[in-house]
């Protein structure tokens, strides 16, 4: 079956650093997302992964080691305005050859003083 | 960029009555749309995924009769909720395939409370 987990809700202080893993087991694998999420809009895309390693991207990297079915972001210096919805997603392709995604349930980070 | 341009973004509703929500790729040709929708702190449900053209392919639990899907040109996708019921409220994001490695843009999303 196709699973994506990642921690429900996480806390950091601002100025911080918090990463958020990602597992996955999905029964294809071409790329994974993160997304940014604030209450009420839409999501904004935040980073996207295909090979191993890591992509770094000003305060945001991400991870990926596909042998693992692993990926984690990397949140630097926080701030308020980063709290807000995490959202990991690997891209399948469904019967039709859409190249759809799989989301998981998202962690929810809040940003403290 | 790839744009998406969802309308509306706020629609309230009574009961038994039908909602459209429009989704407008500017500058570029969306060949596949995706159909989300999401409850108060869950993550995205995928609904349904379209193809212009064709007809579109609802995940297992959604009703197609109830949640009609239409993409009749590489520039327009349309979901109508028909006989909407209090249950159906909810927000509604479309996200069209752009294609590459980012190839996904988002609408703005449709908040629909029904009365």
């Known amino acids: 079956g196709q699973n994506i987990d990642q921690p429900t809700e996480m806390t950091a202080t601002e100025g911080a650093i918090v990463q958020i893993n990602c597992t996955y087991q999905t029964s294809g694998f071409n790329g994974l997302f993160w997304y940014q999420q604030h209450a009420g809009e839409a999501p904004t895309f935040l980073s996207y992964n295909v090979l191993d390693g890591l992509e770094e991207k000003g305060r945001f990297s991400s991870f990926l080691s596909r042998s693992k079915g692993y990926s984690y972001l990397l949140l630097k210096e926080l701030q308020m305005k980063d709290s807000a919805s995490y959202l990991c997603?690997?891209?399948?392709?469904?019967?039709?050859?859409?190249?759809?995604?799989?989301w998981g349930l998202g962690t929810s980070l809040a940003v403290n003083p | 960029g790839a744009v998406v341009s969802q309308h509306p973004s706020r629609v309230i509703c009574k009961s038994g009555t039908s909602v459209k929500i429009e989704c407008r790729s500017l500058d570029f040709q969306a060949t596949t749309m995706f159909w989300y929708r999401q409850f108060p702190k869950q993550s995205l449900m995928l609904m349904a995924t379209s193809n212009e053209g064709s007809k579109a392919t609802y995940e297992q639990g959604v009703e197609k009769d109830k949640f009609l899907i239409n993409h009749a040109s590489l520039t327009l996708s349309t979901l109508t909720v028909t006989s909407a019921h209090p249950e159906d409220s909810s927000f509604y994001i479309c996200?069209?395939?752009?294609?590459?490695?980012?190839?996904?843009?988002f609408g703005s999303g449709t908040r629909l409370t029904v009365v």
């Open positions: 997603a690997v891209r399948d392709r469904d019967a039709g050859n859409n190249r759809k995604l799989i």
């Open positions: 996200s069209a395939h752009t294609g590459g490695g980012y190839g996904y843009t």
